[in-house]
């Protein structure tokens, strides 16, 4: 299917293979170099560590200032949502009884209820946990299994 | 009659493991009566699961909610629709429905007529049929979908209500088929390693089977991103969730498998290469339905954590490790009859492409994996968001927008630097061209969109000029007009002119996503009745929506709408009305957010309801402008297109030219 053009073939025909092949193989290096280039960029600039509620208290020095994915139950006598602004409040729960408070701009979810489990992504200032994403997690009610309604914010 | 489902599933396993016994000793033997019958036992197995289906939707039409899985995915308010789709609404009657698709798979090709290749079918045979036990293994022991309750419930729960859309009715059976259907390719090759097979016999024999199961890959990924886009309410088609993930890892393999095929059917190079791909690509489709269902990672769409996890795992191990063992010992066999001559050829540009895919493969496999691979080897669990996928695979995938235009102009072997200048120089223009007026005349100004689409520009003027120079050869060789002239070109080589159709379906893919990746805009804001908000974008100009009030509307059975009314000003004229609205599932107590759209030209003004105060005096809302979004969908459907021209089956006389033609290309070129 190619006849014409697999004709057009002759002057270079005769150059070595094996600086051929040498040329393939620095080629082929330098791409992997670059993917693995741009993996480790990415994962520099967008890497979060994930962590619970107690585990971010244990080391909140180290990870002050830094992209974290925390996750917990939601205390919900603690929502306070200003729906005029879309300032959202409420505090996640630690397994030893100290709580996560956080502050999230956007809609409040209505899965935010009793028994919901909050992932928030953002920065820990020590004392409020700015969140940049909140996801919710439900138990569904008539099914063991657990899923994810809504991905709030993205 | 759960019993008999019961048994249907229990006999199609004895079947499968009879029909590898029987296979494997008719070949070795050579005794066609044990052949013969291992593929009546194969059949057997297609039956029996056809059986246990039946009996599945039997039970879920007939509200038999004392079987588990009816009860669990159906409730009185189901439409008969929705009750028949429950069969993939979980855990269990999905691996059943897997697991059928696959043996429709095994069945149509023991139907088919094999010739040439018939002493691979015994082991072809013994391949699928392993791969079928497992599965069928589990919805016999550990997921069995006719499980019976001690008692009979009054109502079931019902679907999830993330399934009830026809997006998501459609999107699991054809990304299920796209994934079985692989199983094609996989154990014609694994047979013709067994076989000592040097040729590309397996390869030209299946080329078909394994287009139709890229096809409905392709089709899956494109019904599960629109149906994010018209569903989840969240202003994308695509969030690099896990689970998605795992549907375009095999995709991201698949591709250069199809490529890379050409030079082992032109060049005889490669062969290691492509059996190394066709089983990458299996174990990820594999990988991928265990990462979908073992909840290792979290995603919105994994089923819950279960047993069926470290099954998987197990598998996914065996299948690999043997596959890998089968192939390092015919390594040799596997030797390339050519080496790469230049640079400048097309099997080089091939080679490229394929490395390029493989690393976005990779690339999109490790962030996906990061939490795991993290936790395991750092100790802390590291989770990498949307911004890693698009940082890492944007610059490779511009880099494959360029390639597709360079491959056509390189023949193989090698190209002459004088010609490669000669074709290079308009396509090369038009690139120029649009890189220099965009940022001056249009709003695009961003270096990595005005680099795409100068790409875009010198692919899409290649690719006009491959048809181009083929319709003008047959207008003055054959007199033809040019109509004619392209659709007998077209119909005399399918498979480089409908993959030409198919870059094309990309390139336009591609301006959506540039526009929804570079310039997506998105407001949140409360307003009280009667107040506006706006939104603007230098794309379309600005949008004013008014909150006209708030309504509750009942929706389908068991749903409860709230519908927002919005109305649309564009740029100070009153263009549209548009009513977002939020279901709730009362049973599941479950909200979904159903956008509105309001079109302009190619792009979009998408806005959702987020919440409101429970007097409906004020509520909140949030809007985004996609600009050129609608060329991905367009794009979408000119790429399914493209590859139903590729992979229809040639008329006998159209296929027999080409193999004549190809032979004597083969003599041409040795």
Redesign the interface.
Do not use: C, H, M, Y
């Given at each position: 299917m190619q006849s014409e053009k697999a004709m057009g073939i002759p002057t270079e025909m005769t150059r070595s293979r094996t600086r051929g092949k040498t040329k393939f193989i620095v080629g082929g290096l330098v791409i992997v170099v670059a993917i693995a280039y741009l993996i480790y960029t990415g994962i520099q600039s967008s890497a979060a560590y994930y962590l619970t509620v107690d585990e971010l208290y244990a080391r909140q020095s180290e990870m002050m200032g830094r992209q974290v994915r925390v996750s917990g139950l939601v205390d919900p006598t603690t929502i306070n949502y200003d729906h005029q602004n879309l300032i959202l409040k409420f505090e996640i729960m630690g397994e030893n009884g100290q709580n996560l408070p956080i502050v999230f701009n956007g809609p409040q979810p209505d899965q935010m209820r009793e028994g919901a489990e909050a992932i928030v992504e953002g920065k820990f200032d020590g004392s409020m946990f700015e969140a940049k994403t909140l996801l919710l997690k439900c138990p569904s009610r008539y099914d063991d299994t657990i899923e994810e309604v809504t991905v709030n914010s993205y | 009659m759960p019993a008999i489902g019961y048994t249907a599933q229990v006999l199609a396993l004895i079947l499968a493991l009879y029909a590898i016994v029987a296979a494997v000793m008719g070949a070795r033997k050579n005794r066609p009566d044990l052949i013969m019958s291992a593929k009546n036992a194969s059949l057997g197995v297609t039956i029996m699961l056809t059986v246990a289906v039946l009996v599945m939707e039997y039970l879920l039409l007939t509200k038999h909610y004392q079987t588990e899985y009816v009860a669990?995915v159906t409730n009185h308010d189901a439409t008969t629709f929705f009750r028949i789709a429950a069969l993939w609404g979980?855990q269990n009657g999905s691996l059943l429905f897997f697991a059928w698709l696959m043996s429709i798979f095994t069945g149509a090709v023991l139907l088919n007529k094999w010739g040439a290749v018939k002493t691979l079918i015994p082991y072809v045979m013994a391949v699928m049929n392993f791969i079928l036990i497992f599965f069928v293994g589990l919805v016999v022991t550990v997921a069995n979908p006719f499980a019976q309750l001690s008692f009979f419930p009054a109502d079931g729960?019902?679907l999830?209500p993330?399934l009830y859309h026809w997006g998501m009715v459609i999107h699991p059976p054809v990304l299920y088929i796209g994934f079985v259907a692989f199983i094609v390719p996989y154990a014609f090759a694994m047979a013709a390693l067994f076989t000592n097979q040097r040729g590309d016999l397996w390869m030209r024999t299946t080329r078909r089977w394994t287009l139709v199961a890229w096809l409905f890959l392709s089709m899956g990924l494109l019904l599960g991103g629109r149906w994010a886009y018209d569903v989840?309410g969240?202003?994308?088609y695509w969030?690099w969730d896990a689970v998605e993930n795992a549907a375009l890892i095999p995709w991201l393999v698949a591709t250069p498998f199809l490529h890379s095929v050409i030079i082992q059917e032109n060049r005889g190079m490669m062969k290691r290469w492509n059996v190394g791909l066709i089983i990458l690509t299996f174990a990820l489709v594999i990988e991928g339905t265990f990462l979908t269902r073992s909840g290792v990672i979290?995603?919105?769409h994994t089923?819950?954590?279960s047993a069926i996890g470290p099954l998987f795992l197990g598998f996914i191990g065996i299948m690999f490790i043997a596959s890998l063992a089968l192939f390092v010992t015919r390594w040799e066999i596997l030797e390339s009859d050519n080496?790469?001559?230049?640079?400048f050829s097309r099997e080089?540009i091939f080679?490229?492409n394929n490395?390029?895919f493989i690393?976005i493969a990779?690339?999109v496999w490790?962030?996906t994996h990061?939490?795991i691979i993290s936790e395991a080897l750092l100790g802390?669990?590291?989770?990498?968001?949307?911004?890693?996928?698009q940082?890492?695979?944007g610059?490779?995938f511009a880099g494959l927008v360029l390639l597709m235009g360079i491959a056509p102009l390189m023949?193989?072997?090698?190209?002459?630097s004088k010609?490669l200048l000669r074709q290079l120089t308009i396509p090369v223009a038009v690139g120029v061209v649009v890189a220099v007026v965009l940022p001056i005349f249009t709003q695009i100004k961003m270096k990595g969109a005005v680099m795409t689409f100068a790409f875009v520009a010198f692919t899409a003027t290649v690719t006009l000029m491959e048809y181009w120079r083929g319709v003008n050869a047959r207008h003055r060789a054959h007199g033809e007009n040019y109509l004619t002239a392209m659709f007998n070109l077209v119909k005399r080589?399918r498979r480089?002119y409908g993959g030409y159709f198919i870059h094309f379906g990309v390139l336009f893919a591609t301006i959506g996503i540039v526009g929804m990746e570079f310039y997506q805009v998105e407001t949140?804001?409360?307003v009280a009745l009667g107040e506006s908000f706006s939104i603007s974008s230098p794309f379309t100009g600005r949008y004013d929506l008014t909150f006209e009030g708030l309504k509750q509307v009942p929706g389908q059975p068991g749903v409860e709408n709230t519908v927002g009314t919005l109305q649309v000003s564009h740029n100070g004229r009153v263009v549209d009305t548009i009513e977002p609205y939020?279901e709730?599932f009362v049973?599941?107590?479950?909200?979904m957010?159903i956008p509105d759209v309001h079109r302009q030209g190619m792009s979009e003004l998408y806005v959702i309801v987020?919440?409101w105060?429970p007097d409906g005096q004020?509520a909140?809302f949030?809007a985004y402008i996609n600009p050129m979004v609608n060329w991905l969908w367009f794009g979408g459907i000119v790429f399914v297109l493209g590859t139903l021209v590729a992979a229809w089956p040639a008329t006998q006389t159209t296929r027999q030219t080409a193999t004549a033609?190809?032979r004597?290309?083969v003599v041409?070129?040795s």
């Open positions: - | 669990q979980s729960n019902g999830n993330l989840l969240w202003g994308g969030g979290g995603s919105v089923f819950a954590q080496e790469l001559d230049s640079v080089a080679l490229l490395l390029f690393g990779f690339t490790w962030g990061f939490p802390n669990k590291i989770v990498v968001g949307p911004p890693f996928f940082k890492a695979t610059p490779l023949p193989w072997r090698q190209i002459s010609k080589n480089r949140q804001q409360n939020r709730f049973r599941q107590q479950q909200p957010t987020a919440g105060e004020s909140s949030k033609k190809s004597r290309n041409e070129v």
